[in-house]
């Protein structure tokens, strides 16, 4: 039986943070690969400026290629209308089957957000969750449990190495002309420098 990890998330731009939860998820969750899926329409984000949905696809792309076991989905940034998570996973259901393993990658701080997202108990009852440390936000098991009931037992933890880095951190640097290597592949960093995205 196949066991998918789903990574999601805007990737405005994609950097270590990401790719370390996904390796580590792959590795202890025993995963046949993970899958990228970079969103089209964020609705957490609406409103919010964001980078053109073919270039955070690309990014995905160049920042993933090495890995034999990352994949990168362009299933929410075909579609049109707001990203919902409910919609990828129903068609990552009736493409892999109901004996399949998914397993949907978060940070912490998007877990405890999930309850918010559209159909979020349909969700709970296609896919498991998979939440990771993430440094400046607390992940306990007791939030946990208090905010998913019984439902707490299709989330499971990670721990990952501390990465103190985000995509809203890397925009500004690149604003303010600081430094960005290290914080995300090369190849990335190119790539922004090459189109000329991030500048004011
Ligand atoms: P932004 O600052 O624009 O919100 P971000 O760095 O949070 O960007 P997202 O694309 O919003 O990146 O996140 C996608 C997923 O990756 C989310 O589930 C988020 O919690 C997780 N994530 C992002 N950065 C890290 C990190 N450094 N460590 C662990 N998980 C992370
Ligand atoms: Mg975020």
Redesign the pocket.
Known sequence: MKRIGL??????PV?Y??L??AEQAYYQFDLDKVVFVPSGQPPHKMGKQITSREHRYMMTVLATTSNPHFEVSSIEVDRSGPSYAIDTVRAFRDRYGYDAGLYF??????ILEMLEWKDSDALLELCEFIA????GYALHSDRIEQIFGHRANKIHFLE?PA???????I?ERLKDGRPIRYLLPDMVINYIELVGLYRE
């Open positions: 990574m999601g998330g805007t990737f405005d950097h943070g990401h370390v939860t990658i978060t940070g912490a701080d998007a990771a440390t993430r440094p990952v990465l103190a880095i985000s995509s809203t951190d925009r």
